[in-house]
């Protein structure tokens, strides 16, 4: 470069959504939401909570781009950070060392932040279990990283494969985590309405003793099928 970039770059002004349409989505299986998406949506799958009795999430993104082995990016996001956002950090997967540890779990509960996603790997994971926030990563290292920037926080990131902009709506269970652009959010919830319904009448069919759906079993029986033995 020919001149060095500012430390940090920072989008203050960020549109969340509407808390009673988050509301809506507490307790929704990531799976279900998937489904309301046209089955994507979900992050890298090795992106799993550190502590699986602490999964459960849904709030606005707060988007920040430490790079690797950086966190200086996710500090200032914390304390940016508004009650309920969820701070995803495009670490850009890299496993050399981690970007988050207990004392910035325990900083960002403290910012009353829902919880904080994690391309990238984890430390301190008792402190982290400790903290009680729930935390989501690739995995887990007592490597350290540094805080030197230059970062990015508010602006679009690709976090586990997938852009994520800041108000943008992130959901976490134990499968993992799924982002909802916030212009998609009233469609997905329309569509959740219907995913909902057909999952119970499916489920109330198996069961009383389902072992094929009706749709597979005529299939077999059709012209479309070869047999060949």
Do not use: H, W
């Amino acid at each position: 470069m020919i001149e060095e970039p500012p430390l940090l770059t920072i989008r203050r002004r960020i549109s969340r959504p509407d808390p009673a349409k988050l509301a809506a989505l507490t307790g929704v299986q990531t799976g279900n939401l998937v489904d309301a998406m046209d089955g994507r949506g979900a992050l890298d799958y090795a992106i799993k909570p550190v502590d699986p009795k602490r999964a459960a999430f849904v709030g606005p993104a707060l988007t920040c781009e430490p790079g690797p082995s950086d966190n200086l990016a996710i500090l200032a996001a914390i304390a940016l950070a508004e009650p309920g956002d969820v701070i995803v950090a495009a670490g850009d997967g890299f496993t050399g060392t981690a970007i988050v540890g207990d004392n910035m779990a325990a900083m960002a509960r403290n910012r009353k932040v829902a919880a904080i996603v994690a391309d990238g790997l984890v430390r301190d994971s008792a402190g982290v279990v400790g903290v009680g926030l729930p935390m989501f990563a690739r995995g887990i290292t007592p490597n350290s990283c540094v805080k030197s920037g230059p970062g990015r926080i508010g602006l679009p990131v690709v976090a586990g494969g997938v852009s994520v902009e800041a108000g943008d709506i992130v959901v976490g269970d134990l499968d993992g985590v799924v982002v909802i652009p916030r212009a998609q959010l009233d469609a997905v919830l329309d569509r959740l309405a219907a995913v909902r319904r057909a999952e119970a009448a499916l489920q109330e069919k198996i069961a009383k003793g389902l072992d094929c759906p009706e749709a597979v079993r005529a299939l077999l029986s059709s012209d479309r099928v070869r047999y060949v033995d």
